[in-house]
């Protein structure tokens, strides 16, 4: 799900409902939560999770921001308004869409092709800012389809890379 909130924006109801659906989605994955819903007591989620749950609603903070926004949050769990605060606070920075990353992606691709070696993709993301982990690197490529030269499109590299992390469904 990608939530769209521009910088100086304020977050229309549809798009608070649909935080809120993503927030009690990772909520009530938790431990005791069953039993929080029995009681009608909200939904909580471990502060750890506010990374995953921003990048699955379309945030992608630099790891400075998300410091930042970590060390905001003063108890080790978040209830829904913290997190909507929280998301509102990450959109004050601008992050790129699926077509925005594809003309960077392409811009990359020397041969012409619209497509990137997977290779030299992993080494520039290592390589490149604050560094991407190899092992994420690895997850953004491991389900996209080769073509016969071994290259990936960089459409679907920019499409898996605006979808945000696996395991978050789109609402």
Not at 18 to 36: E, N, S, W
Not at 60 to 80: I, K, R
Not at 143 to 149: H, I, K, Q, V, W
Request: aromatic content about 4%; charged content about 30%; some cysteine.
């Amino acid at each position: 799900m990608d939530v769209k909130l521009g910088p100086g924006q304020q977050l229309k109801d549809s798009q608070r409902a649909h935080l809120t659906k993503a927030f009690d989605f990772v909520a009530f994955q938790q431990p005791g939560a069953r039993q929080r819903k029995r009681e009608a007591l909200p939904g909580l989620v471990p502060k750890a999770e506010l990374p995953r749950l921003l990048r699955g609603c379309g945030k992608a903070p630099t790891s400075e921001e998300m410091a930042t926004l970590m060390a905001s949050v003063e108890a080790d769990v978040l209830d829904v308004s913290e997190f909507i605060r929280l998301f509102e606070e990450a959109s004050q920075s601008r992050t790129m869409n699926e077509v925005e990353l594809f003309k960077v992606l392409k811009e990359l691709d020397l041969t012409g092709t619209e497509t990137l070696a997977p290779e030299q993709f992993k080494e520039m993301l290592m390589s490149c800012g604050e560094g991407t982990p190899a092992q994420e690197v690895d997850r953004i490529l491991q389900d996209l389809p080769r073509n016969r030269l071994g290259r990936v499109s960089c459409r679907l590299i920019a499409r898996k890379l605006a979808g945000g992390p696996d395991g978050i469904p789109h609402i």
